[in-house]
């Protein structure tokens, strides 16, 4: 029982240092001013037309998705979930606040160039983690997970999902750039490598 408890533990810590590594991937691409991610983008954009705090339309949203997700197949939902659609948003205001507090910014482009990487990489390690821990992921992400029962790869269904979020973002005004499309086209094959190494990883700790 303890074992059982302590796993779960371990579950909702992953969830958590999962999202929070995602939300600051998505700070540090809005840092390079090279585009953020094609969600986020959207978001941004919708939200400033509303005039609203990006968290709280971010959760709006979340909760929309959620609805219609759940009646499709609930079993991607979870706590993890509502850790992943309540903090992000609130999260990347409190580091863009920081940012703005001490006036970081990055004006070389091969300084913009070397922090989108390491952005897109930690965001992409980050939905990995997240999702690794199997107590639910957050609407946007399950929709490639849907797919993915219907025989759709998971790199395709979330680079369509993600172009298809990119053309909102560029109708509302958000924040795109050539990062924004590299993330569309790219992120479904980080993510991928990084839940194969992650799945290989746990698949030697339970041999052992």
Known sequence: ???SVFSFTNRITLSIIGTVIIATGIALFKLSNLGIDPATAANIGISEKLNMNLGNYQLIFNLLLFLIIFMINRTFFGIGTIINMTFPGYIIDFIDMKFSQFNVHVSLFSMQALLFLVSILLFSLGISIYTHADIGVSPY????????????????????????????????GGPIGVGTIIIALGSGIFIQFWRNLLKNIHEKERKY
């Open 141 to 172: 992400d399950a929709v490639a997970l849907v797919l993915e029962n219907y025989s759709i790869s998971y790199r395709v269904s979330r680079s369509i999902q993600d172009i298809l979020f990119v053309s909102i973002a560029f109708l509302f």
């Open 1 to 3: 029982m303890k074992k």
